[in-house]
């Protein structure tokens, strides 16, 4: 890999691996509902600027939108909430380490509809090595485990619908011809929409915030939805996708380290030890047979 890559791929961890920081912090003044549409909205105005001066164009099928508005709820309206409405009982640090195992279960499913046709023993091991890895991380033998809380189910069914976003997006979006940039914005606009709608059916609250959360919620959407979708975006473009991807490797450990140092959170070494293997896992999967 470039080693020019390594700065911004370590930004952008810190960058994505924070916002569960931050959702959990502006989770103390306003609803799920309200921090993921606040979310959607900055990070699409963000990016539909970019656009503006790019003057990239508006796609404008109704077929193609109706790909992107599938992407938009399993990639960021379905997640997104999951997360805040999880972020209410359970610690930063353990939703960002059960987003870890979103490329398992993505592998998962990519085989289940035959996205993928085949498995190669590199993978095979690999997903073997990141269910152990998710079993220590839940600890189900202990009887205050995460995992059969709401909160550790909810960010487990958040991970998965970010697999199922990928597989979807790999299959119909990616290979359009459609920039990264304005696919992103038109599906993060399309996300708000969404949560738009689900905001009128929950009702809105009378707020009680404060300044740490409304700062929380602006640095949540113009930093970590926003320009992070930006900053990957250029280094897919200048590095490839493989020095991308490094990115997955590192955001739990951002989630980790700040939650430990921000919010006092515990973190047990079983958690810790299940991380590794997690990642370990998704390094195997990842791996090439080699040639015969």
Known sequence: MNRAALPRIGLLALIWGSAFLWIKLADQGFSPVEVTLARLA????????????RRDKIPRSPRLWASIAV??????????????????????????????TTPLWTMILALAVRHQQRITGWQAAGLAVGFVGAVLIFSPWQAASELFSAGGLECLAAAVSYAVSYVYMDRFLARRGIGAIVLSACQLGAAAVMLAIALTVSGVRTPH???????????????????AYVLNYQIITSHGATAASMVTYLLPVAAIVLGVLVLSEAVTPAMLAGIALVLAGVALTRRRQPRR
Do not use: C, H, K, R
């Not at 805040?84 to 059960?98: C, D, F, H, K, R």
């Not at 915030?209 to 320009?227: E, R």
């Open 209 to 227: 915030v404060t300044t740490q959360d409304i700062a929380a919620l602006a640095v949540l959407g113009i930093v970590g939805t926003g320009f």
């Open 42 to 53: 900055t990070g699409a105005a963000v990016l539909f600027a970019v656009m503006l001066v």
């Open 71 to 100: 992407a938009a709820l399993f990639a960021n309206a379905v997640p997104y909430l999951l997360f805040a409405l999880a972020e209410q009982t359970v610690s930063s640090s353990t939703a960002g380490i059960i987003n870890a």
